[in-house]
């Protein structure tokens, strides 16, 4: 598969710069930073959770880790707990699995971002396919995904 469709459209027709980065098979997003030789930090991983009846995209660096029960709290819901494939495989039809791009406002989801990626100038995330990744300004993603940014829930 190839970058994501949807993604290269959006980002084309915005005429936001970026560059894709192809690389060899990475599935978690350490190896996607090892691969491509990006920082933890400056890698935006992508994890999708359910609640409040409805599935939520959570980007993050890719040496975070997501507290469920304070991410719920942060954002006022009761529970919150990680998707499975199941939940979110038929959402992204142009994407590996496991390989979403971090753009969830393509794809009908809402956005929460740790307050942390705002450190860096440029990110770096999976293109849809676990062989390339994509850096862009970070302002360039928050302008365009325009995700909610949380703090206390992500460790």
Same mark, same amino acid.
């Given at each position: 598969m190839t970058i994501s469709a949807k993604l290269?459209? !959006?980002l084309d027709s915005s005429q936001i710069p !970026? +560059?894709?980065l192809v690389h060899r098979t990475a599935y978690t997003a350490q190896e996607v930073a090892a691969a491509t030789h990006v920082p933890g930090q400056e890698l935006a991983k992508t994890v999708l959770v359910r609640g409040g009846g409805k599935l939520l995209m959570v980007v993050m660096p890719a040496p975070a880790k997501l507290d469920l029960k304070a991410f719920a709290k942060e954002i006022g819901i009761?529970? %919150? +707990? /990680?998707a499975s494939e199941e939940d979110f495989r038929d959402r992204f039809p142009d994407c590996d699995t496991g390989a979403m791009p971090p753009f969830g406002n393509l794809y009908g989801l809402p956005v929460y971002a740790d +307050?942390? /990626?705002k450190e860096d100038e440029k990110i770096v995330f999976n293109a849809g396919t676990h062989e390339e990744a994509i850096r862009v300004a970070f302002g360039d993603f928050e302008r365009l995904v325009q995700p909610q940014? %949380?703090?206390k829930s992500i460790h």
């Open positions: 290269k459209d !959006y !970026y +560059e894709t009761e529970k %919150v +707990e /990680l +307050e942390s /990626l940014f %949380v703090s």
